[in-house]
């Protein structure tokens, strides 16, 4: 099967592991994802209670044994705590694409994290899941998520309008899209 997920991949950057995440970390993810502000283009309303970070964990993992995706905790080097998620939902591998998501707690933003661990998750998605597009769905107002897609050289394919009821709203989002080949450019580059 093109891109089949056996066992799950530890990814490693400079400053990062990026791992999966175990009910063990439902603290953590309460933690950021009560937040407002990070949950204010996430299309939930904020967690307030263990069990929505459970909930939150077993989408994770379902979305793992049904091959639709792969959802990897962020977590410093030499800390475990996970301080975010990032990975693919929406992966059909018929077509070989993928959506890309992705959340930090506030007390990280911008220090470079977010984009240090989308960088690996692409590459990942790229060389082992066979994916020949990767696409980012994100709300106008979302400037900071936009900026940090299009530092990874995605394009925005324009609006998709009312796209999707979230929080009792239509919410309109734009596409982006990053295609191998122009990774694969921007990188022989580099």
Same mark, same amino acid.
């Given at each position: 099967?093109?891109?089949?997920?056996?066992?799950?991949?530890?990814?490693?950057?400079?400053?990062?592991?990026? @791992?999966?995440? +175990?009910?063990?970390?439902a603290?953590?993810?309460?933690?950021? $994802?009560?937040?407002k502000?990070?949950?204010?283009?996430?299309?939930?309303?904020?967690? !307030? +209670?263990?069990?929505?970070?459970?909930?939150?964990?077993?989408?994770?993992?379902?979305?793992?044994?049904? !091959? +639709?995706?792969?959802?990897w905790?962020? +977590?410093?080097?030499? !800390?475990?705590?996970?301080?975010?998620?990032?990975?693919?939902?929406?992966?059909?591998?018929?077509?070989? @694409?993928?959506?890309?998501?992705?959340? $930090?707690? =506030?007390?990280?933003?911008? !220090?470079?994290i977010?984009?240090?661990?989308? @960088?690996?998750?692409?590459? &990942?998605?790229?060389?082992?899941?066979? $994916?020949?597009?990767?696409?980012? $769905?994100?709300?106008?107002?979302?400037?900071?998520?936009?900026?940090?897609?299009e =530092?990874?050289?995605?394009?925005?394919?324009?609006?998709?309008?009312? &796209?999707?009821?979230?929080?009792? =709203?239509?919410?309109?989002l734009?596409?982006?899209?990053?295609?191998? @080949?122009?990774?694969? =450019?921007?990188?022989?580059?580099?």
């Amino acid at each position: 099967m093109t891109g089949h997920v056996k066992r799950f991949p530890i990814l490693e950057t400079k400053r990062l592991i990026l @791992r999966k995440i +175990t009910t063990d970390d439902a603290r953590s993810i309460l933690s950021y $994802l009560s937040d407002k502000e990070v949950m204010k283009y996430f299309g939930l309303e904020p967690f !307030q +209670t263990l069990e929505d970070a459970l909930g939150e964990i077993a989408w994770y993992e379902s979305i793992l044994h049904e !091959q +639709t995706g792969i959802r990897w905790g962020i +977590t410093l080097k030499g !800390q475990d705590e996970v301080i975010g998620s990032c990975g693919f939902h929406q992966w059909v591998p018929k077509h070989h @694409r993928a959506e890309i998501g992705f959340e $930090l707690s =506030k007390l990280y933003w911008g !220090q470079g994290i977010a984009s240090e661990a989308i @960088r690996a998750v692409i590459q &990942y998605g790229f060389e082992h899941l066979e $994916l020949q597009r990767i696409q980012a $769905l994100i709300e106008p107002p979302n400037i900071p998520s936009q900026r940090l897609v299009e =530092k990874q050289g995605f394009i925005s394919e324009g609006l998709l309008r009312s &796209y999707e009821y979230t929080c009792g =709203k239509f919410d309109d989002l734009y596409m982006y899209s990053l295609l191998k @080949r122009d990774f694969d =450019k921007i990188h022989r580059s580099l």
